[in-house]
């Protein structure tokens, strides 16, 4: 078994995707952790504000598998192939680390996820595992946090329920 990473985001009808794939992940994986859920301005394009959470769960899939697991979890919630890789969105979810891997693969399975350079990635993740280590530079999440210019990319706390 792994500890697996997941970032979560939507940014069209947020509470109702999140919530159905918290749900369906707690029913593949069992117990996970959950982070607390913030909004954030859209990046990469001029969208509506995303609210983003990270997810911690034990798993045997391999990472392709696991990626493909996922892939299917956004497809079952409406997640649109067709579009920009850029825009509005039902469910996007990444694995942002696995185990202490590094990972450049097929469908987008990069690992960890560049986007942890990003707010809306990094906070969620380093409140559920802030002695987690990145598996490149070596510095815990919680320290990745301490150094990072929050003032840039601003976060507000969003209720999911």
């Given at each position: 078994?792994?500890?697996?990473y997941?970032?979560l985001?939507?940014?069209l009808?947020?509470?109702?995707?999140?919530?159905?794939?918290?749900?369906?992940l707690?029913?593949r994986?069992?117990?996970?952790?959950?982070?607390?859920?913030?909004?954030?301005?859209?990046?990469?394009?001029?969208?509506a504000d995303?609210?983003?959470?990270?997810?911690?769960?034990?798993?045997d899939?391999?990472?392709?598998?696991?990626?493909d697991w996922?892939h299917a979890l956004?497809?079952?919630?409406?997640?649109?192939r067709?579009?920009?890789r850029?825009?509005?969105r039902?469910l996007?979810?990444?694995?942002?680390?696995?185990?202490?891997?590094?990972i450049?693969?097929?469908?987008h399975?990069?690992?960890?996820?560049?986007?942890?350079?990003?707010?809306?990635?990094?906070?969620?993740?380093?409140?559920i595992?802030?002695?987690?280590?990145?598996?490149?530079?070596?510095?815990?999440?919680a320290?990745?946090?301490a150094?990072?210019?929050?003032?840039?990319e601003?976060?507000?706390?969003?209720?999911?329920?």
């Amino acid at each position: 078994m792994e500890r697996v990473y997941l970032s979560l985001g939507s940014n069209l009808e947020p509470r109702r995707y999140l919530n159905a794939a918290l749900g369906e992940l707690r029913g593949r994986f069992g117990g996970i952790a959950v982070s607390p859920a913030y909004r954030s301005k859209s990046v990469g394009f001029d969208g509506a504000d995303f609210v983003n959470l990270a997810v911690g769960l034990d798993t045997d899939l391999e990472p392709g598998a696991l990626n493909d697991w996922l892939h299917a979890l956004e497809d079952r919630h409406g997640r649109r192939r067709d579009v920009p890789r850029y825009s509005d969105r039902t469910l996007d979810v990444d694995i942002v680390l696995y185990g202490e891997r590094v990972i450049d693969g097929p469908g987008h399975l990069q690992v960890p996820r560049k986007e942890l350079q990003h707010a809306f990635v990094l906070k969620p993740l380093a409140d559920i595992a802030p002695q987690v280590r990145h598996p490149v530079s070596g510095r815990t999440m919680a320290a990745l946090w301490a150094a990072f210019p929050q003032e840039r990319e601003p976060l507000s706390p969003e209720p999911l329920a």
